[in-house]
């Protein structure tokens, strides 16, 4: 829905499938609710928190987005 690939473009009702994504520690979703904050809603301080849990998770892509923002990289990865 945040793309409108084949459905028209719903903000809301990406947010709500993400949030439920992300119920299961679903990384690319804590991710895909970076960007939506980020470029979609221009809301920094909750991209960075999304892209902070993802990158905690994992995320290759939250790392880098959490570089260019100058994000803090969590403890876990810091040390790798």
Request: no cysteine; net charge negative; hydrophobic share 45%.
């Amino acid at each position: 829905y945040r793309l409108g690939l084949g459905v028209e473009v719903d903000l809301k009702k990406a947010l709500v499938y993400y949030t439920k994504a992300s119920y299961q520690n679903f990384a690319p979703a804590f991710y895909a609710m970076g960007q939506l904050y980020e470029m979609d809603l221009g809301l920094e301080e909750e991209a960075l928190a999304s892209y902070t849990k993802a990158a905690s998770l994992g995320n290759e892509m939250a790392i880098q987005e959490l570089i260019r923002l100058g994000g803090d990289i969590p403890e876990i990865l810091a040390g790798s």
